[in-house]
Nanobody, 120 residues
Framework: QLQLVESGGGLVQPGGSLTLSCAAS????????IGWFRQAPGKEREGVSC????????NYADSVKGRFTISRDNAENTVYLRMNSLKPEDTAVYYC?????????????WGQGTQVTVSS
């Protein structure tokens, strides 16, 4: 069964740090670009960061630039999101997404999400 599983969420105080993991099972992430998204209560899901299949290119939303770092370890079949200087507005459910386009067919897999709460 093809599956993505996020972990590492939790409750953290403002200014704190967390590292989220996105692990794949049933397929390898080598050929997939990976995106991290988040959805806060009452808001639409938004893109946070993405990384190319090789890891050579990464992008960030303006709201997290300089605070979050995305990385991947293809040997471990896992992608990470290091989140520093967390703010209450970072509170959301965080999802990872693996995507690839083969000829004209796109493949996309989502994890179940992990809750991040930033509060004192």
């Amino acid at each position: 069964q093809l599956q993505l599983v996020e972990s590492g969420g939790g409750l953290v105080q403002p200014g704190g740090s967390l590292t989220l993991s996105c692990a794949a099972s049933g397929f390898t992430l080598d050929d997939y670009g990976i995106g991290w998204f988040r959805q806060a209560p009452g808001k639409e899901r938004e893109g946070v960061s993405c990384i190319s299949s090789s890891g050579g290119s990464a992008n960030y939303a303006d709201s997290v630039k300089g605070r979050f770092t995305i990385s991947r370890d293809n040997a471990e079949n896992t992608v990470y999101l290091r989140m520093n200087s967390l703010k209450p507005e970072d509170t959301a459910v965080y999802y990872c997404n693996a995507f690839v386009v083969v000829t004209t067919i796109s493949y996309s897999y989502w994890g179940q999400g992990t809750q991040v709460t930033v509060s004192s």
